[in-house]
């Protein structure tokens, strides 16, 4: 699966990580619906070190689209919520 | 459902409308292209207008480092004359200073992490956008229509996945920039009106004024010394003084004592 990091760039995961990965995006889900800031940011902070760690960072001048989206590390609990609420019309450009 | 899933269902659907929109699916490379090309030149300008704000940035942290040292520098004179209270107050100021130099640091140090990332997705886009032009004359060459139609898809989801991210960027550094210029204009208000005083040096703040009003006034008494020296001989001090100067009134049973001097000729003349 190919994963991209908002601000960062695409990673190519072996699908046998998939699992591994959807894991932890699933504390992510709990913690930005639980509101909890702590959990959030060392959950996101988890999940982009698995995928840096695991993946292989794609050549910048692919064009294959990915399967699976994060935001940046610096993102807040507000920004990710923003993103999540956004229309496809919405906020985000291009 | 998982976040991860969610954010790339939101940024491919903008692509996919983008793409059912189109009648035919080759204008849409072409649209797409102008689009990436309008795209890298906001990013570009992105990058310029972080490096602006950076450079400002570092010159009112010079500006600031300059009244420190005034401050410091004014708070040893008034310390050596003997005014500690006006060394107090310099160097309160400067505390003050410090603190809006600490501030400036940490704001010029996310600038910076800011630019270098707009830097690098400007860099990033720029291959993509060079890809997909090849990519672009490739499909429309070759075209059947179900092969193209899949191929166009691809790419175009591809680079439209990279532009709603540069977007999302160029979108976090215009914020950013904004908010440290309206920082910086109170910074540089500030240095204006002198309320951190003008580090150009051309208004006088109040320490700077009683420095130099303390050091006028020893410059006259040195000058008024230097006179009773030449003028005087140096034992009748008193009465010369008493003499040249008409608001000295303790000075006037003086005249009597000077007498037996026997100079009343003396001061007849200068009267």
């Known amino acids: 699966m190919i994963v991209r990091i908002l601000g960062e760039g695409q990673y190519s995961v072996d699908d046998a990580q998939a699992d591994l990965l959807n894991g932890l995006d699933s504390g992510l889900e709990r913690a930005v619906e639980a509101g909890d800031e702590d959990s959030f940011r060392s959950a996101l902070s988890d999940l982009l070190t698995q995928v840096r760690a695991l993946g292989e960072r794609l050549p910048d001048d692919s064009l294959e689209p990915s399967d699976a989206l994060l935001p940046t590390e610096d993102s807040s609990l507000e920004d990710v919520r923003t993103l999540l609420a956004d229309s496809s019309e919405g906020l985000i450009p291009g | ?271």
């Open chain 2, 1 to 271: 459902m998982s976040v991860m899933k969610r954010l790339q269902m939101i940024f491919s659907a903008k692509a996919n409308k983008a793409l059912d929109n189109a009648e035919d699916p080759r204008e849409t490379l072409d649209y797409s292209y102008q689009r990436q090309l309008e795209m890298l030149q906001k990013v570009r300008r992105g990058v310029a207008d972080v490096a602006t704000s950076r450079k400002r940035l570092e010159l009112q942290t010079q500006q600031l480092q300059q009244q420190s040292d005034k401050l410091e520098t004014q708070s040893r004179q008034a310390l050596a004359a003997g005014r500690e209270d006006l060394a107090r107050e310099a160097l309160t100021r400067r505390s003050g200073v410090a603190q809006q130099q600490a501030d400036l640091v940490t704001q010029h140090a996310a600038l910076q992490a800011e630019e270098e990332k707009l830097t690098l997705a400007s860099q990033r886009l720029q291959a993509k956008v060079d890809a997909f032009r090849t990519r672009k004359e490739t499909i429309k060459a070759t075209y059947t229509a179900a092969e193209a139609q899949t191929k166009i898809g691809e790419a175009f989801s591809g680079i439209s996945e990279e532009m709603g991210d540069v977007g999302l960027a160029v979108q976090r550094a215009e914020d950013k920039t904004q908010s440290m210029q309206a920082r910086a204009g109170a910074i540089d208000e500030l240095l204006a009106s002198g309320a951190l005083d003008d580090a150009s040096g051309t208004a006088k703040d109040d320490i700077t004024a009683e420095l130099e009003r303390m050091s006028s006034e020893g410059e006259v008494e040195l000058e008024l010394a230097r006179l009773k020296g030449e003028i005087g001989p140096g034992k009748a001090p008193e009465a010369i003084e008493g003499s040249t100067s008409p608001t000295a009134q303790p000075a006037a049973p003086q005249p009597e004592q000077a007498q037996p001097q026997a100079r009343p000729q003396t001061e007849e003349g200068r009267s």
